[in-house]
């Protein structure tokens, strides 16, 4: 894990999730503000200033005098906000909560979020981009792929892995060496007991496989 540079840093977005990162990196690092699309520049934000619009990010010069973190809940969107800064010669921050428990063996990527009180096991790894909510736990080897994210309280069990893009509900549970897909969407509450292709929407205890006809 390594910390960014002593650069300024500018939060993509300005909603809750923007919020909440603003709570955890202004504790280590200077924040710059936040650029919005349905925000007036000059507005504030807890406190911050929303120094403009998305449109921003298209003048490489600016790109390059800050260090940028991606808020955006939706993970396609994070992921080509992402490479948008990253393809002009921008740097990424990640946002870690201090009362977050790592393993020195743990790895987290560019542009990850921790929240408070999550745990991550030795030899867990958080790809970039990659958003872990307050609470949730990665045991042992476990591996969160890029610009995937967890709901609030959700468990990965030894040896368990989230694919890119993909979504676990609050409180959902994914069991030993089991693996969800890439792109997929597991409800809350769900216990996830068999691996799962790519671009499956699933939910239950034992989560399977759902429709939109599903009961």
Known sequence: ??????????????????????????????????????????????????????????????????????????????????????????????????????????????????GALCRLHSGATLDMGVLMEAGSFGGCDTRMGAFSRTGPNCVLTGGASVGELSFLGAGTVVGENIAVGNNCIVGANSVVLRSTGDEQRLYGAPARPRTLASS
């Open 1 to 114: 894990m390594t910390e960014i540079p002593e650069k300024q840093v500018v939060i993509v977005g300005a909603g809750r999730q923007g919020r909440n990162a603003l709570e955890i990196l202004q504790i280590r690092h200077a924040v710059a503000g936040f650029l919005d699309d349905t925000r007036p520049a000059g507005d504030r934000v807890d406190g911050a200033p929303v120094l403009g619009a998305f449109n921003l990010m298209r003048d490489a010069e600016t790109i390059r005098r800050y260090a940028w973190f991606v808020a955006i809940g939706d993970n396609a969107i994070r992921q080509s906000l992402t490479g948008q800064i990253i393809d002009q010669g921008g740097v990424m921050a990640m946002a870690i909560h201090p009362a977050a428990s790592i393993a020195a063996t743990a790895r987290i990527e560019p542009g990850a979020y921790v």
